[in-house]
Antibody
């Protein structure tokens, strides 16, 4: 069974940092682009970033450029999101998701259950 | 950035009835459009990609259509498990963008 399990969420003060992790199982992790997508409380889904199979190509939404960094460790079937300079508007459930297509820009075919990040003093 | 607009915001439907959800793009996205179903506390679920290509194990009562700027998700006969929020997403240009969602609720 394909699974994506996120961890690392929690309460952090504005300006602080946090690192999210996602472990994939049930598929060949190293063959797929991977994404992070978030949902702020009471809001819709927002794509945040994705990374190619080798970690050499990354894309970000403008609102997180320069503050967030996506990375992966294929030996550990793991995806990461390092978040710096966190703001109240970064408060959201963060989902790890697999990209379904072979190109850099595609849909997300499997998603994790999400981890909640709360930025508040 | 391509803006995706979904309508209606909320759709009240009785079980067994048909539901038609719309999604409009601010510029052409060709067929680079996906639909997702999202229930509270659960992982979002892919329904369609390529506007009309069905995801694995998706029941036949779901159908997707459209291209360019106008897209439709139709549920032919709503079942209890179909009450959820539905999102469209374009992946034609960066950044990928979602619509604001349509909540399908029990009438």
């Amino acid at each position: 069974e394909l699974q994506l399990v996120e961890s690392g969420g929690g309460l952090v003060q504005p300006g602080g940092s946090l690192r999210l992790s996602c472990v994939g199982s049930g598929f060949t992790f190293s063959n797929y682009w991977m994404s992070w997508v978030r949902q702020a409380p009471g809001k819709g889904l927002e794509w945040v970033t994705n990374i190619n199979q080798h970690g050499s190509e990354k894309h970000y939404v403008d609102s997180v450029k320069g503050r967030f960094n996506i990375s992966r460790d294929n030996a550990k079937n793991s995806l990461y999101l390092q978040m710096y300079s966190l703001r109240a508007e970064d408060t959201a459930v963060y989902y790890c998701a697999r990209d379904g297509g072979v190109y850099s820009n595609s849909w997300n075919d499997y998603w994790g259950q999400g981890t909640l990040v709360t930025v508040s003093s | 950035e391509i803006v995706m607009t979904q309508s209606p915001a909320t759709l009240s439907v009785s079980p067994g009835e048909r539901a038609t959800l719309s999604c409009r793009a601010s510029q052409s996205v060709s067929s680079n459009l996906a639909w997702y179903q999202h229930k509270p506390g659960q992982a979002p679920r892919l329904l369609f990609y390529g506007a009309s290509t069905r995801a694995t194990a998706l029941p036949a009562r779901f159908s997707g259509s459209g291209s360019g700027t106008e897209f439709t998700l139709t549920i032919s006969s709503l079942q209890s498990e179909d009450f959820a929020v539905y999102y469209c997403q374009q992946y034609h240009n960066w950044p990928r963008t979602f619509g604001q969602g349509t909540k399908v609720e029990i009438k």
